[in-house]
């Protein structure tokens, strides 16, 4: 499976022609790009394929996740906050129809790590949180939402990147965690999705001591690709490696798409260098190190996979309009998610919710979206007038809402609080009736003071619209806040 770029260039797309025709690829991952050159080119190039393609996409949050004119849908951390797995269903399953419609029959996804390292910096916001059994309750639903919409779920990166303090894409992480701490949390959502019949993994770039001693990544390795995942745990679907010209694997393993298939991998995705991959693999089957029954085991399982989703009748062909434009199941699912994630995370007895009558003062920390928050309150206050954070003194003794925005265009974006407004905040504390909203990821929490300074405390998640009304809507107590906070906050109540 190779990478293939939606965004007009007529060089790549010819580079992509010739691994069609010439190399015979079974699969193309989009990368980033627009709708319309997406739609256009999955058409091109299935016509082009004598064997139906797969197409996949790492669609974590929708395909806006790699096409820059698709609206998101919410992050596996906010969904992580929802008290029920029917509302992430429902997603993903709209997810699913969606990007099927679309031609796109590979979704990797759901990331199945417990993000138990505050500071990965890679997974993070991308995981549904740090506790494994919800975890895999959560991404159980996530991938039978897709998979009954037809779609391939890929549950990503096994046996588990949550605790890595390295980016695979750029070294190699080390997992210093025990196999009995590994069976305890980290493999815990992989084997729910196992018995849940998953029907994709995508083994990590991972150097984990507990499972492999050859100071090689786990994906590379006989004893957690076939032992582990297949044999111990049962796995009968389709292995797919994370991407082969990661740093993670190139700078450890000198031919990363032989020694990944040699452990037990079914599809390739993204070798570094896609000709010497072929070439390798063909010299290793001549030579009888490969056995026919070894590679027949992967084709037969991946065109099965392929006829399973009807690629070889009408399967590759894809809708006439734009099947990713919003329309009112979209609105309405992000709206409630919106509504259910929200956490209240602290709140004094009896000062939550806000009374609309009198003066609500208003502060921003940080950049919000647009004014949808703002706008908000003044629906349900009687007078709401924004302040300035160096405007202190004049809203003493009023009622005062702090919104908190971070950056939340992207998971991998950097979402911290400035010491002038941690100072600022402090400040504030001091007061009375101060409610502070969050429009940040969990994290972001544990550098907000003391929590018991303030009248109330939420977490709203993401800097969108749909947040921001939730979030008033629930300070105004027109509707409760049943979020749950998905990971722990260190020194936090």
Not at 310 to 332: F, K, V
Request: charged fraction near 20%; aromatic fraction near 8%; avoid cysteine.
């Amino acid at each position: 499976m190779v990478m293939a770029y939606p965004d007009g260039n007529s060089q790549k797309q010819n580079y992509t022609r010739y691994q069609i025709l010439n190399q015979h690829v079974g699969g193309l991952l989009f990368s980033k790009g627009t709708s319309f050159h997406q739609q256009r080119d999955t058409q091109y190039y299935q016509d082009l394929s004598s064997t139906p393609l797969f197409m996949a996409a790492d669609a974590e949050w929708g395909m806006a996740m790699r096409l820059n004119d698709v609206e998101p849908y919410p992050y596996a951390m906010t969904l992580g906050a929802v008290p029920n797995e029917e509302l992430i269903y429902a997603m993903a399953k709209r997810i699913g129809a969606r990007m099927r419609a679309f031609g796109v029959h590979v979704s990797f996804a759901p990331v199945a790590d417990v993000n138990t390292e505050p500071k990965n910096p890679i997974i993070g916001f991308r995981a549904f949180g740090d506790n494994p059994n919800r975890i895999a309750r959560q991404t159980q639903a996530f991938a039978e939402g897709l998979q009954d919409a037809n779609m391939i779920a890929v549950a990503k990166h096994f046996p588990g990147h949550g605790a890595a303090k390295l980016d695979s894409h750029k070294s190699l992480p080390r997992i210093e965690h025990t196999r009995n701490q590994l069976n305890r949390i980290d493999l815990i959502p992989f084997k729910k999705l196992i018995n849940s019949a998953v029907k994709g993994i995508m083994v990590g770039h991972l150097e984990i001591p507990a499972l492999e001693n050859n100071n090689i990544p786990v994906s590379t390795s006989i004893k957690v690709v076939t032992h582990l995942l297949q044999q111990q745990m049962g796995f009968k679907g389709l292995i797919f490696t994370d991407a082969l010209d990661m740093k993670g694997i190139t700078k450890k393993v000198e031919s990363p798409a032989l020694a990944a298939f040699l452990a037990g991998a079914d599809i390739l995705v993204m070798p570094e260098n896609l000709t010497k991959a072929i070439a390798e693999i063909k010299t290793n089957y001549i030579e009888g190190k490969i056995s026919s029954k070894r590679l027949a085991h992967s084709v037969k399982k991946i065109l099965t996979a392929k006829f399973a989703l009807g690629l070889h009748q009408d399967g590759r062909l894809i809708s006439a309009s734009n099947a990713l434009q919003i329309n009112n199941t979209d609105t309405y699912l992000k709206q409630q998610i919106a509504l259910q994630s929200v956490v209240n995370v602290y709140a004094k007895p009896n000062e939550l919710p806000i009374k609309p009558s009198g003066l609500v003062a208003y502060m921003v920390l940080g950049k919000p979206t647009d004014n949808t928050f703002l706008s908000s309150l003044r629906t349900f206050a009687e007078k709401v007038e924004v302040f300035s954070a160096d405007a202190e003194k004049p809203i003493r003794g009023k009622k005062i809402v702090i919104g908190v925005f971070a950056n939340t265009a992207s998971p991998w974006s950097k979402q911290s609080i400035t010491p002038k407004e941690i100072e600022l905040l402090q400040r504030l504390a001091s007061q009375n009736n101060v409610h502070v909203v969050v429009f940040a990821n969990s994290y972001l929490l544990a550098q907000v003071p003391d929590f018991k300074q303030f009248s109330s405390v939420l977490l709203a998640h993401e800097n969108q619209p749909e947040f921001a009304k939730a979030a008033a809507q629930i300070l105004f107590g027109k509707r409760l806040a049943v979020g749950v906070l998905p990971v722990n906050i260190v020194n936090k109540p």
